[in-house]
Nanobody
Framework: VQLQASGGGLVQAGGSLRLSCTASGSTIRNYVMGWFRQAPGKEREFVAA????????YYVDSVKGRFSISRDNAKNTVYLQMNSLKPEGAAVYYC??????????????????WGQGTQVTVSS
């Protein structure tokens, strides 16, 4: 599977962006999907994940109430809606595919395939 992330850009603090991650070569149906981010000089950090059925979502505490992950299996796409963005949210955001019919994890090792990343810049 190839994952293509898009939707990043420059936004003012308090603004919103919606990231998309479209898969090709294979379906995302029945697979856990997640978003991670990595800021310069920092380790890759878990942001959000969605269960293979779409009924359960998971977030890092720092984005709860502001970010929302969703999936459209018909479009083979996962989304990350980011509201009330903060300067500390600036990073390269990566989408990733996890295990088939598995439980969403919060560490990078739980995911098998990664997109190329999309840059999010937040100005204060």
């Amino acid at each position: 599977v190839q994952l293509q992330a898009s939707g990043g850009g420059l936004v003012q603090a308090g603004g919103s962006l919606r990231l998309s991650c479209t898969a090709s070569g294979s379906t995302i149906r029945n697979y856990v999907m997640g978003w991670f981010r990595q800021a310069p000089g920092k380790e890759r950090e878990f942001v959000a994940a969605i269960s293979w059925g779409g009924g359960r979502t998971y977030y890092v505490d720092s984005v709860k109430g502001r970010f929302s992950i969703s999936r459209d299996n018909a479009k083979n796409t996962v989304y990350l809606q980011m509201n009330s963005l903060k300067p500390e949210g600036a990073a390269v955001y990566y989408c990733a595919q996890g295990p088939r019919l598995g439980v969403p994890g919060t560490t990078a090792s739980n995911y098998d395939y990664w997109g190329q990343g999309t840059q999010v810049t937040v100005s204060s």
